[in-house]
């Protein structure tokens, strides 16, 4: 069974500091997809990237940057001087590849809030 | 243009009382599903379908049943609504599900409260 885990479940920090949310997943798969997505507070999910389990390459755009390492089954996402407009709750996710029992589905982390103060 | 959309996209209702959401796609895409997001923001998957067929059934209670007239479609009725009920409903679609997992893309969802 696959799982992910958000261990915090809310971060403060002031605009301009860098913050950085943790996702750790578990999965029985070789080959698998990993997903940051955002919910800002109008609460549509919005989607950040898409990872496959075959490229550790980090990853950065614009303010934002992920950093994968299967060694560590660890997939974090980090914020860059952080703005108000960053204020939202960041889902973590993954999904198997076909083959497997549970392909084509998203297994989401918890969530973190995050909330960016002026 | 709305790439995926849901209506209605508030529904109150009190239970015992039969509803259903839409969700429809312009993407093209072969893959529709629902998840519920719960009062703690817990994203779950409920159904999956691929071109009209159900694919993922993931233990949600027979009062609620999918229904794919078209790929571009894909409604949730529920029966016999209970409190417990009360929720986000999402729905999302993706291109194929055939090879490596595709990137969903989300409705804006549905907020479901039973009175």
């Known amino acids: 069974a696959q799982k992910v885990t958000q261990a915090q479940t809310e971060i403060s920090v002031v605009e301009k500091e860098d913050v950085t949310l943790d996702c750790v997943y578990e999965?029985?798969?070789?080959?698998?997809?990993l997903f940051w997505y955002k919910q800002p507070p109008s609460g549509e999910l919005v989607f950040l990237i898409r990872?496959?389990?075959?490229?550790?390459q980090n990853e950065i755009s614009g303010r934002y940057s992920w950093n994968f390492q299967k060694s560590t089954s660890s997939f974090n996402f980090t914020i860059t001087a952080s703005q108000v407009v960053d204020s939202a709750v960041y889902f973590c996710?993954?999904?198997?590849?076909?083959?497997?029992?549970?392909?084509?589905?998203?297994?989401f982390g918890q969530g973190t809030i995050l909330t960016v103060h002026p | 243009d709305t790439a995926v959309s849901q209506t209605p996209k508030y529904l109150v209702t009190q239970m015992g009382n039969d509803k259903s959401i839409k969700c429809e796609q312009n993407?093209?895409?072969?893959?529709m599903y629902w998840y519920k997001q719960d009062s703690k923001k817990f994203l779950k998957i409920m159904f999956s379908?691929?071109?009209?067929?159900?694919?993922i059934n993931e233990t949600v209670p027979n009062r609620f049943s999918p229904k794919s007239p078209d790929k571009a479609h894909l409604n949730l009725h529920i029966n016999s609504l209970e409190l417990g009920d009360s929720a986000v409903y999402f729905c999302?679609?993706?291109?194929?599900?055939?090879?490596?997992?595709?990137?969903?893309?989300f409705g804006p969802g549905t907020r479901l409260t039973v009175l």
């Open positions: 990872r496959n389990s075959f490229d550790e």
């Open positions: 996710a993954l999904s198997e590849a076909a083959g497997g029992t549970s392909y084509g589905k998203l297994t």
């Open positions: 999302a679609s993706s291109q194929d599900r055939v090879a490596l997992p595709d990137t969903q893309y």
């Open positions: 999965t029985r798969d070789t080959t698998y997809y």
């Open positions: 993407l093209g895409h072969d893959t």
């Open positions: 379908y691929n071109n009209k067929e159900l694919i």
